[in-house]
């Protein structure tokens, strides 16, 4: 089966750095995507990693181990707009794109 | 330019009411996806279609059904609604069907089961 892990809820001063980790299980791996979702919003697309290492867009970067099977996002110059929740999903083993999502990390940003 | 949309936004009803909610994308993408997302925010995928195909359906009760009509357009209905089918209701889309495809969500749909 798959198994995606990521703290429930974090909070984090505005100009600060916060990193938002995920662990996932799965019996073949085919990428990591984090999503974010505004409070009565759609989730909206951040990034995906399948290669192991660091990637930097923005303020936001994502982090890969795949031999850990783990994952980290990091906000970099917080800003209030950027609390919301945050989705580590994969896509399902057993084929097509069948996202499987975390709960989701809540972010809360205080001034 | 809306890239996925859908209708209703909000949508209230009795239960065992019958409703059904529209979903439509004009990206050009091949694939289109049925989400539920339940009071603890947690999205949980119901039905996938690839080009009018079926080709992910969930552990979900046959009183949902879904129907594409073409590629562009991804329909939900649901009989006779409980309760539990309180949700918010999102529609998304991919170019295509592989695991490494972004998929791009529409606004949701809030259904209140009274």
């Known amino acids: 089966g798959q198994n995606i892990d990521q703290p429930t809820e974090m909070t984090a001063t505005e100009g600060a750095i916060v990193q938002i980790n995920c662990t996932y299980q799965?019996?073949?791996?085919?990428?990591l995507f984090w999503y974010q979702q505004h409070a009565g919003e759609a989730p909206t697309f951040l990034s995906y990693?399948?290669?192991?290492g660091l990637e930097e867009k923005g303020r936001f970067s994502s982090f890969l181990s795949r031999s850990k099977g783990y994952s980290y996002l990091l906000l970099k110059e917080l800003q209030m707009k950027d609390s919301a929740s945050y989705l580590c999903?994969?896509?399902?083993?057993?084929?097509?794109?069948?996202?499987?999502f975390g709960a989701g990390t809540r972010l809360a940003v205080h001034p | 330019d809306t890239a996925v949309s859908q209708t209703p936004k909000y949508l209230v009803t009795q239960m065992g009411n019958d409703k059904s909610i529209k979903c439509e994308q004009n990206?050009?993408?091949?694939?289109m996806y049925w989400y539920k997302q339940d009071s603890k925010k947690f999205l949980k995928i119901m039905f996938s279609?690839?080009?009018?195909?079926?080709?992910i359906n969930e552990t979900v009760p046959n009183r949902f059904s879904p129907k594409s009509p073409d590629k562009a357009h991804l329909n939900l209905h649901i009989n006779s609604l409980e309760l539990g089918d309180s949700a918010v209701y999102f529609c998304?889309?991919?170019?295509?069907?592989?695991?490494?495809?972004?998929?791009?969500f529409g606004p949701g749909t809030r259904l209140l089961v009274l």
């Open positions: 279609y690839n080009n009018k195909e079926l080709i």
């Open positions: 990693n399948v290669l192991d």
């Open positions: 999903a994969v896509p399902f083993s057993g084929g097509y794109n069948k996202l499987i």
């Open positions: 998304a889309s991919s170019l295509r069907t592989s695991g490494q495809e972004t998929q791009y």
């Open positions: 799965t019996s073949g791996f085919n990428g």
């Open positions: 990206l050009g993408h091949d694939t």
